[in-house]
């Protein structure tokens, strides 16, 4: 895979999770969710990459998440926890990994499948590692408790992930389309089209 | 090919990664501002755009259904707030009124009672809802808001009595001061006068030569004035004098007209205080 190539993709995502997030929010009672757009681009590298690249651009996308990502503390100010999205997209990476096999990935209704599956095994850890961090920090008597509630959080990743598979559907075939500026490299077990 | 290296790298990371999740937040903060100082150049747009293509948070809430379901709930709130702070404040000036009424005449307890709505024929008298059983007696003096001379009690039965106003013709000539603009006894005038049937008081007032100031001028106050009891210029107040007219034949003597300030029209309210221990046993309601 050309990491410079991944890195501009990357940079464009990210910047599109932060940009249209205005637009694209949609509100049901308390919650407000939006599609993300790196789960999107993680899922499908990950459908398409080889397997040594995808664990380390699942870290590195779930990096970018966490950095951009803030939570409010009981002191009345942000913070910023690297590291729960990270792993947690590792894990859906790995799930689409074995998934990929099973299914025709270069269809873009796959990419929105793909999507809520891992996106659902990224979310639910890292949820389970921010409320940990809470849980430990609030031990310690601590003023930089995030202010979290893990069930709330758990409605949100899941109206997250089901947006984010719908927004998979015409962004993977986007995608799709610009597939051989990865250099992604054909393998008899991909089976990827040459 | 050593594969246990690449593998050892990536999970040394996923260690340091789990590793950050408990960590204090001081570096990945000044990372995460980095980072997203990065973005601008391509967020900024995006957000613009977002913004031009949807209506901000505020218009939407204003249009949100649930809003405006709140804003008028609120605005009912409001306004039951109002009307509750304007009825404290009148309970609270009714209040004062009481206690002064009270103060005044420590000898007598002020009463309120409403103005029956019954016709006495053509007359102008009205009745009250108090009557003998709440120790209401012929003669008693009736009250407009505690000051305002209003009356006096023609007739009593059980539970009502008749008042004959101040102004009606049936009233009789009505002892009367009219308060010098110093407000000194030295300097007040008394005066007789006589209801004319219109609203009105008419009486004459007089000076001792006709070099002294008018005794009388309009916009004077004109108290009543007691003879048993010889009070101060602080007698039950009966109006304010609106005309005064020379005598032609005698210019010492004056002829003023006085208006009560209440319309009896407007009277819903009378006091009367009545003496301590004069009410029976069925008390006053």
């Not at chain 1, 080889?50 to 939570?71: E, M, N």
């Not at chain 1, 009981?74 to 997209?89: E, M, N, S, W």
């Not at chain 1, 209704?109 to 809520?116: N, P, S």
């Not at chain 2, 300097?187 to 007089?206: H, K, N, Q, Y």
């Amino acid at each position: 895979m050309r990491w410079t190539v991944f890195a501009f993709f990357a940079y464009v995502f990210v910047a599109l999770d932060t940009g249209l997030q205005q637009m694209l929010m949609v509100q049901i009672g308390k919650t407000a969710f939006a599609p993300n757009f790196t789960l999107i681009l993680m899922v499908w590298i990950a459908s398409m990459g080889p397997t040594h690249a995808v664990r380390w651009a699942a870290l590195v996308l779930g990096l970018l998440v966490d950095l951009l990502a803030q939570y409010p503390t009981v002191d009345g100010r942000a913070t910023i926890v690297a590291g729960p999205y990270a792993l947690g997209f590792v894990l859906g990476a790995a799930l689409t990994i074995q998934l990929r096999s099973l299914v025709y990935r270069k269809h873009p209704l796959i990419t929105g499948l793909l999507t809520a599956v891992a996106g659902a095994c990224a979310f639910v850890p890292a949820i389970f590692l921010l409320t940990m961090r809470r849980v430990v920090y609030a031990g310690l008597d601590s003023e930089h408790v995030i202010l979290w509630v893990a069930s709330d959080q758990l409605v949100h990743a899941f109206l997250t992930v089901i947006y984010s598979a719908v927004i998979a559907v015409p962004t993977g075939w986007i995608l799709n389309r610009t597939s051989g500026l990865f250099g992604f490299q054909s393998h008899p077990r991909l089976g990827l089209p040459r | 090919m050593n594969h246990a290296s690449p593998n050892r790298s990536f999970y040394t990371a996923a260690a340091v990664m789990l590793i950050a999740c408990f960590l204090p937040a001081g570096f990945t903060n000044w990372l995460g501002g980095r980072l997203g100082e990065l973005t601008i150049p391509l967020s900024a747009p995006l957000e613009k755009l977002s913004i031009a293509v949807r209506a901000v948070p505020e218009r939407l809430d204003r249009e949100n259904p649930e809003f405006v379901k709140l804003a008028n709930k609120n605005k009912e709130q409001e306004v039951r707030i109002y009307n509750l702070e304007a009825r404290a404040a009148s309970l609270q000036r009714e209040l004062e009124r009481l206690q002064e009424l009270k103060a005044t005449d420590p000898s007598s307890r002020p009463v309120s009672a409403y103005r029956v709505a019954e016709s006495l024929g053509k007359s102008d008298l009205f009745k009250i809802s108090l009557g003998s059983l709440s120790g209401v007696r012929v003669g008693m003096l009736v009250y407009y808001q505690g000051y305002q001379l209003l009356g006096r009690v023609s007739a009593v039965s059980p539970r009502s009595a008749t008042i004959t106003p101040i102004t009606s013709r049936a009233f009789g000539p009505v002892s009367a001061m009219v308060i010098a603009g110093d407000g000194g006894l030295e300097t007040s005038t008394r005066c007789s006068l006589e209801p004319v049937g219109d609203g009105t008081l008419v009486g004459d007032v007089g000076r001792n030569t006709e070099d002294e100031a008018s005794p009388a001028g309009v916009g004077q106050r004109v108290v009543y004035y007691d003879p048993d009891v010889r009070q101060l210029n602080s007698g039950p107040f009966i109006g304010v004098i609106e005309k005064v007219v020379p005598n032609d034949q005698d210019l010492r003597w004056f002829t003023i007209t006085v208006r009560p300030e209440s319309d009896l029209d407007d009277v819903s309210v009378v006091d009367l205080k009545i003496p301590r221990g004069s009410a029976s046993d069925g008390g006053d309601h």
